[in-house]
């Protein structure tokens, strides 16, 4: 009897496994498919992705949202084409979009742990958790991006062009989030 235990626990989880890969996959496309929502501009282009990277964190949960936004990263980093324009490669670690890249992790589980700890049950408290994972991509991002344009010009450069834009995509995944918050595993 305990065998036949030991081995339904082992399948079971392992159908689990195989059920949350292919969800943290599917969130890695979703922001890679965003990623292709891109109006270029220098050093740092406006693209969907954000939008992407928000909403995964807020639907799929802790663990799932952030393994969704690193495999991201990491398939771009690995040379597949997820990036914004088709780009790839980690020379975009070390450039001046580096630091938002590390970002869109960093947001994922600031966005998916606020969800789990109850924020998000009304719009204005989701607006609220989207514009704050949004602020964590922008800390990661110009920080990183002073390096490449000094510390005067990083808010000019890296956080005035995106602000319009940055507003609707908060609203536009704050208004597709489930009503209750996050769903699936934290």
């Known amino acids: 009897m305990d065998q036949t235990i030991s081995i339904m626990t082992v399948a079971t989880s392992n159908t ?11 969130g890695a496309l979703f922001i890679a498919l965003c990623s292709r929502i891109e ?26 949202g952030t393994a969704a936004a690193a ?12 990036f914004s324009g088709g780009a790839c490669g980690m020379s975009h670690l070390f450039g001046p979009t580096g630091g938002y890249l590390a970002g869109f ?18 719009f204005s408290e989701k607006l609220a958790v989207m514009a ?6 922008y800390l990661f ?17 890296g956080i005035l062009p995106f602000l319009a834009g ?12 489930p009503g209750r918050g996050v769903r699936g595993k934290s």
């Open 16 to 26: 689990s496994i195989r059920r949350d890969a292919m969800i943290v996959i599917a």
């Open 39 to 64: 109006i270029p501009l220098y050093p740092v282009p406006i693209t969907g992705q954000t939008f992407g990277v928000l909403f995964i964190g807020g639907v799929l949960g802790m663990m799932r």
């Open 71 to 82: 495999l991201f990263v990491a398939l771009g980093l690995s040379g597949l084409p997820v």
């Open 105 to 122: 992790i960093a947001a994922a589980a600031f966005v998916s742990a606020l969800f789990r700890r109850g924020f998000g049950r009304t």
């Open 132 to 137: 704050g994972g949004n602020l964590v991509i």
């Open 141 to 157: 991002g110009i920080t990183h991006l002073a390096t490449f344009v000094g510390p005067e010009r990083a808010f000019t450069c």
């Open 166 to 177: 940055d507003l609707f995509k908060i609203f536009f995944a704050a208004a597709l989030l």
